[in-house]
């Protein structure tokens, strides 16, 4: 019965982390697409200033 139980929270500990590994690359993915939207629209505003 012991043996069950602790396989069981092992079990449960290991998706977790499984989980939390993918929710933090998701997190990091979304991160760098916000990056690279900031840089577009920076790059825009440059080419736009130079018109002036």
Known sequence: M???SVL???????L??????NT???I?????A???AIQRI???SEH???WR
């Open 24 to 26: 933090t690359r998701g």
């Open 8 to 14: 069981i929270l092992a079990s449960l500990l290991m």
């Open 48 to 50: 736009c200033a130079t």
């Open 2 to 4: 012991f043996k069950k």
């Open 34 to 36: 916000g990056g690279k």
């Open 16 to 21: 977790s982390a499984l989980t939390a590994c």
């Open 42 to 44: 920076n790059k825009r």
């Open 28 to 32: 990091g993915q979304d991160v760098e």
